[in-house]
Every structure is written in C-alpha cells, then in structure tokens.
T-cell receptor, first 112, second 110 residues
Framework: EAQVTQNPRYLITVTGKKLTVTCSQN?????MSWYRQDPGLGLRQIYY???????DKGDVPEGYKVSRKEKRNFPLILESPSPNQTSLYFC???????????FGDGTRLSIL | AQRVTQPEKLLSVFKGAPVELKCNYS??????LFWYVQYSRQRLQLLLR??SRESIKGFTADLNKGETSFHLKKPFAQEEDSAMYYC????????????FGTGTRLQVFP
C-alpha cells in the first residue's frame, strides 16, 4: 500500500531534549516536505526536499533541521525543542514539487 | 509571489444547504489549484484538482482566472462533510512548490 509513515504519532517531552520525528514513503517520490499545523494558522511549511541531498527552508524553519540521505526517508530533527514548537506535524511526499501531495497521519508533539 | 487566501476561518451551515468555500490566489503564471480535506483526527487528503474537472463527494470547483478564484461548492451539504478544507496552489516552474491557504472549517449541523 502506498503510504507516508510518520513516527512517533504522539510525543510529550521536555524543553531542550533532542528529538527526531521520522518520515518514510514507499512511492519513490522525489519531493518530501514537513509542515506544522496550528489553530488559526493552517499548514506552514518547515523544510522541503526536492531530491536526495537537496533540502531547503520553508516558511518556518527556525529550530528545526532535516536531512535527506535516502530517497524514502526525511527525518525532522529538533535539536533543542522549546514550548513554541508544540504542534501537530505532517510529513508529505509527491512525485514532483508541484504535484498533489500524500500526507502522513501526523505527529502530535508537546514540549513542556 | 504565490499566495492563497481563504477568507473564512469557519463556515457553518445546516444539512441540505448549499456550501461555497472561498479561495482566491495570486500567481503570475499558469496555476494548478487543489482542494485538500482533513476529517477529524485524520490525515489531509486530496479532494480534487482543477485540471481533473471532476466531482468528488458532490463537490466541484471551477478555476476562474479572471477573478483568480477556485471556490469549492456543493449544492446540498451533508453532516459527514464537516471537516477542515485547504485550498492549495502550485505552478510548473522549477522553483514552484505547493502552498496552502490557512484553511476553512466547515461545520454542517443536522
């Protein structure tokens, strides 16, 4: 089944404790992206990747890192999480950057 | 610059009433427009795209280049239509990417 898989689905952690949210897709898509969803603000793009070893900042990249060492994986790293990064995060992928995206189930992060 | 505007944060209607979720865009080239839907506690999923010119779950959307709009319409709303709806825009340029509006929550009351 074609899908985008995120882990974990839920995480409660404390300020400053590094965490990684994994994202994997099995559709051989070139384009992958991370979004955060906050009430009243909709979806905001954090980082995106056009292909392996190619990543770029989205609209709200501060406090986040990503890597794209393999085509299928696009982890989101919070080196020193802070409470303002408490949010619902979605990973998405598509064949090309301008085509419809397939979304993961989301990861709800709470930073205390 | 690409921009998508959804002016309504919340739209409430009664079952059986017509629905129109507004979407306006700004883009200098030839746009591709999409509507995504997110039901409660579920992932976002593509509802429809303008180039398909299809009707999904009774919803339609027509691209109006003169008014730069891509409003989503349904003649008779159902309770199961209650969800968050996002309009999205892309182009086909090498630097273009899909960008989303801020979303409209549709509530359909019985």
């Amino acid at each position: 089944e074609a899908q985008v898989t995120q882990n974990p689905r839920y995480l409660i952690t404390v300020t400053g404790k590094k965490l990684t949210v994994t994202c994997s897709q099995n559709m051989n898509h070139e384009y992958m992206s991370w979004y955060r969803q906050d009430p009243g603000l909709g979806l905001r793009q954090i980082y995106y990747s056009m292909n392996v070893e190619v990543t770029d900042k989205g609209d709200v990249p501060e406090g986040y890192k990503v890597s794209r060492k393999e085509k299928r994986n696009f982890p989101l790293i919070l080196e020193s999480p802070s409470p303002n990064q408490t949010s619902l995060y979605f990973c998405a992928s598509s064949l090309r950057q301008y085509q419809p995206q397939h979304f993961g189930d989301g990861t709800r992060l709470s930073i205390l | 610059a690409q921009r998508v505007t959804q002016p309504e944060k919340l739209l409430s209607v009664f079952k059986g009433a017509p629905v129109e979720l507004k979407c306006n865009y700004s883009y200098s080239g030839s746009p591709e427009l999409f509507w995504y839907v997110q039901y409660s506690r579920q992932r976002l999923q593509l509802l429809l795209r303008h180039i398909s010119r299809e009707s999904i779950k009774g919803f339609t959307a027509d691209l109006n280049k003169g008014e730069t709009s891509f409003h989503l319409k349904k003649p008779f709303a159902q309770e199961e239509d209650s969800a968050m709806y996002y309009c999205a825009l892309s182009g086909r340029g090498s630097t273009d990417k899909l960008i989303f509006g801020t979303g409209t929550r549709l509530q359909v009351f019985p």
